[in-house]
């Protein structure tokens, strides 16, 4: 670890302002004109010969490029962007973020036990020791760049210790004649400490469970009319500082060109020819309940063992498999599957979470889900420890974006390049699995989740629906491939192993129709209300128990479900917002009701959402085999006539 004086001049060399400071964390030299000028070296070692016990701090602000959010312990940092991040002394947790070029006042407050320390300020930084303790890195400025930012922090800082009294007084219900008065105060508080995308979901359910507590409650029409009042004046409030802030100017710079007589050419090297290259990215994708995950399975299964692949019987380079699955249980799910495909298990493996590099147990946020933000390089030294890896499996790629918005070509396009110059760099095929939206007609890549820049950092791009013919067949069907001929697709089934798992049981034969003929029939024959979409992903979601509220609305926007029908959905099943039992921090969960399945607007458990209400490839129930069971009947049924599956292949 660098001692502080070799932190000092790095964090100089770095463009910060630095300045000495004793273990009360009081300055011990005058140091306003540091505000507005760095130290040079020089003054730096004759403050180390002067102070031989000093501390170091970063003074903040325009002068050093970075604002920080100082949240002392106890305090959440829940909802705020990845950034760098550094232990303070006292076990709170600093943010640093990118000063926006606009002034960001110091000491305002954001919420309880949490500050910015940003024009005018300064922190401790590492190797520190105050009284109350050692600062330290967790994520340094080595290891990441500073995140934006964020506008709505700026937004809901308060510098007025007394600007929230109104609300606090009435946040347990108000009698007649202030109900409208504490209404607007409390729809600010709500609006000012939520995320925009949640406001309508999370934020008015909030501002209703409130008014069930005045006398009388305000009736839903004169509450919706403050609440939309109020909600407008944050939007434009959003607006004007957005035009207001300043924008980067960057220098001349200079092109870097390479004469292609200077670049030798390679052939492309295949991990499965002419579908899915090494070095390359592929996405499947294809709505829930068909199979996705099964195949990614079968596809580690065929390289880990070098079984040959259907169709054109081609052998994979045999190697081993990373496996970032946020969706499934490693134990009772993903390796009884893999040991179904006749894998070569010792060669799989999973990414559980990413261990953060902290210095004591006592430091809490030791771990976190992998992220495409701040976890490509973590992800890149695995690569190196596995040099025969030729195969990563992504489950769903939507899991970990880390709060980036998914709609946005620029956000997605930043994220997806330097995970396809991983790619490249150690010769492997990342697969990225995503859902498709609900959009009907026109081309198929428009079908994809999320922004069109998903399909466009990809090579190659396949489509599972069901054959129009047989609904219990999957269509492995060609979306993108700009790097071979296009192939047909392909078809499989999903049968019964010996250990009672699903297993991908696939045709000997080609599919010739086309990706556009098997989406319409897909498109055409959905039967799912936007609200029964709704019902089986709340009924997936909150199987194993509460999820927090804001938690369960992002997902739901991520598959494509919109606040009203996710609203309705609620209403179906009887899910109520709680203050939790379940959470730290009060958070708002929801929690499935016991009885949720057995009301008469939900769906039965059997024709839920696949995952949860049954293994992936069990025929279901319809709603008719359902009845007769429930009066207790027995139907014979002629299996030559009923099963269309496949004979189950030799192991």
């Not at 009294?165 to 219900?173: E, I, N, T, V, Y």
């Not at 030798?264 to 899915?276: A, H």
């Not at 899991?399 to 998914?406: G, K, P, V």
């Not at 059997?606 to 008719?624: I, S, W, Y």
């Amino acid at each position: 670890m660098k001692n502080v004086l070799e932190a000092a001049l790095d964090y100089q060399a770095k463009g910060f302002s630095v300045i000495p400071v004793g273990s009360d964390k009081k300055p011990l030299i005058n140091w306003k004109e540091y505000q507005n000028k760095r130290a040079t070296p020089e003054e730096i070692k004759e403050w180390i010969e002067k102070y031989p016990a000093m501390n170091i701090a970063i003074v903040t602000g325009r002068i050093s490029g970075i604002v920080v959010v100082d949240i002392e312990k106890g305090g959440s940092s829940e909802g705020y962007p990845p950034t760098v991040t550094a232990k303070s002394g006292g076990g709170g947790v600093h943010l640093y973020y990118k000063h926006p070029g606009y002034e960001v006042p110091n000491g305002a407050r954001v919420k309880e036990l949490t500050d910015i320390r940003g024009d005018g300020g300064y922190v401790l930084a590492a190797p520190s020791v105050s009284d109350k303790g050692e600062y330290e890195w967790i994520i340094s400025p080595d290891d990441s760049d500073f995140s934006d930012w964020p506008v709505w922090i700026t937004k809901t800082a308060d510098t007025k210790e007394n600007s929230n009294k109104k609300w606090l007084l009435g946040k347990d219900g108000v009698s007649e004649g202030s109900r409208n008065e504490t209404a607007a105060s409390f729809a600010g508080k709500i609006l000012s400490n939520m995320d925009p995308i949640l406001w309508e979901s999370l934020g008015w359910d909030q501002l209703l469970n409130w008014n069930s507590k005045n006398t009388p409650p305000l009736s839903e029409r004169e509450l919706r009319s403050v609440w939309n009042s109020i909600k407008r004046l944050h939007a434009q409030s959003s607006k004007t500082q957005a035009r207001n802030t300043p924008q980067i100017k960057y220098g001349k710079g200079k092109a870097i060109v390479k004469c292609f007589t200077d670049i030798q050419s390679v052939p492309i090297s295949w991990l499965w020819q002419g579908r899915i290259a090494l070095g390359k990215l592929t996405m499947v994708a294809g709505d829930p309940g068909l199979g996705k995950s099964l195949v990614t399975a079968t596809l580690a299964a065929h390289v880990s063992k070098g079984y040959a692949w259907p169709v054109d019987q081609s052998i994979p380079p045999t190697g081993d498999i990373i496996l970032i699955s946020a969706e499934d249980d490693p134990a009772d799910t993903i390796k009884p599957r893999l040991e179904a495909a006749g894998a070569d298990c010792t060669r799989i493996h999973v990414v559980e979470a990413i261990q953060e590099e902290v210095a004591d147990a006592e430091s809490e946020s030791g771990q976190h889900m992998f992220s495409f933000k701040r976890d490509i390089a973590t992800l890149g030294d695995l690569l190196s420890s596995l040099p025969n890896c030729r195969l990563v499996i992504i489950d769903p790629i939507s899991a970990y974006l880390d709060n980036a918005d998914s709609n946005n070509n620029s956000d997605i396009r930043g994220l997806l390049a330097p995970l396809a110059e991983l790619a490249s760099k150690h010769k492997v095929a990342i697969i990225l699995v995503s859902h498709l939206n609900k959009n009907s007609g026109g081309n198929a890549s428009y079908r994809v989740m999320g922004s069109l820049a998903f399909t466009a950092a990809v090579r190659t791009a396949y489509i599972v629906t069901k054959d129009k013919e047989n609904p219990e067949r999957r269509l492995l069907m060609p979306l993108k491939n700009n790097i071979a001929k296009d192939k047909t697709g392909l078809a499989y089934s999903i049968v019964e192993a010996e250990n009672g798992q699903p297993v991908i049981a696939w045709e000997s034969e080609p599919v010739e129709i086309t990706t556009e003929e098997a989406l319409a029939f897909s498109q055409s024959t959905e039967q799912h209300t936007a609200t029964d979409e709704a019902v089986d992903f709340l009924i997936d979601l909150l199987a194993k128990g509460p999820v927090k509220a804001d938690e369960a609305s992002k997902e739901a926007q991520k598959i494509g479900i919109s606040s009203k029908p996710l609203r309705n959905a609620r209403g179906k099943l009887g899910i109520k917002p709680k203050k939790s039992s379940s959470f730290e921090d009060g958070f708002w969960e929801w929690k499935l009701p016991e009885d949720a399945l057995k009301t008469e607007d939900a769906l039965p458990k059997e024709v839920g959402a696949l995952e949860q209400a049954r293994h992936l490839g069990d025929t279901p129930k319809t709603r008719l085999d359902s009845f007769i069971d429930s009066l207790g009947l027995e139907v014979e049924k002629d299996k030559k006539i009923v099963d269309n599956t496949p004979p189950k292949l030799a192991e």
